[in-house]
């Protein structure tokens, strides 16, 4: 007869498993458990994130900055002046009422429009895209600000015909002629990354509320034929798309860009080279610190660095779809999922880019690249995702009995 090692358990299919590892699972599954877990994941997740991204673009721009304006600090200043205002609007939309958000998604959506419709005809363009808008001396990329407003007016939408989403038709009108009506607009601004953003987001708004399977395919069939047209009526741009298949093969004009992308990334290692020691900044890497800032991350905080951001980009989906997964409101549970569609939908293009696995589309990494446009409803989103979380009956009331406590310790 034997008798089973003390230091060894049984796991569910009878196999030993350690009991070290059993109490850290256990521990986990108990954090994950707990009902403030979801809304302190997205507020730590968030943090970090921005965090890197201030740093990041301090060492990323830093050349080109002193090169354009003979100050090192200008475009992080700048980046820093955002978040600052991005942060309290996050912190505000954290806190707006359900029913204020909904009232404001026609409005939204209309201004969304309007925008880029504006921008369509009066646009100023930049690296071959008509995408950006003059407001006095501001200049706005009202795509960015467009991706919000699509989601919450879609969601509203989808949220009061909540028990007809089993008619395809209530799922189409007027949902997918507007969101293909921004699509457009987009387009013709030749802005095609967003307008393969926004395409995703209307794929994962069908997805979340049943729409059949044929639709789908239906759809990338469509999409796939109009996006082959498209690159393929432009020589630099379809050039710049294939590149991505061998970066090296033309090396000093297309595949540039990509090809010191992946210099950056292989010269990092496991550590990287440290936080200010990136050599592919000094001008080799165009858009350093925008749309190619994950190759400076990668050069200077290595493969660490970029599984670490990684990482944080899922557990903001993890904690968002906890919150959609858990919702009794439809309108939080497809505002949730549009939100997570979005921004993991931009750092997988982002980060496919760097590596030359997807071509250069120019989509910035949210929190991490350079822009106001970009951070301010990427916050804004955020933030909507925080009430969300804190509003889930258990979070609500752990956090009240958090404020009775302290109320009672004084």
Known sequence: MTTANPEEARNGSGQLRSPRVGSWLSALREALDRPLTTYYLLIGASALLLTIGLIMVL????????????DSYTIVRRQLLWVLIGVPGALIASRVPLRWVRRLSYPAFSISLLLLLITARYGIEINGNTNWLALGPLQIQPSEIAKL????????IYANKDRRLGNLHQIMVPVVPGMLLATVLVIVGKDLGTALVFFALLLGMLWVVGAPARFFVLCISVVSVGVFALATADSERFARITTFVDPFKDFHDTGWQPAHGLYAMSTGGIFGQGI?????KWGALPEAHTDFIFAVL?????????????????????AALRVAREAKDPFVRYTAFGIVVWLIGQMIINVGMVLALLPVIGIPLPLVSYGGSS?????AALGLLVGFA?????????????RRSRS???
Not at 149 to 156: D, E, G, K, P, V
């Open 390 to 402: 804190r509003r889930e009956p258990a979070a609500a009331r752990a956090l009240a009995q958090r």
């Open 375 to 379: 951070l301010l409803p990427t916050l």
């Open 59 to 70: 060492s990323a721009s830093s050349v080109y900055s002193y090169d354009k304006t003979g």
């Open 149 to 156: 407003s699509l989601i919450i007016w879609a969601a509203h």
């Open 298 to 318: 990668g050069e200077e905080l290595g493969l660490v660095g970029t599984l670490l951001v990684i990482g944080l980009f899922l557990s903001i989906a993890y």
């Open 276 to 280: 200010g020691a990136s050599q592919q």
């Open 408 to 410: 009672a310790r004084r």
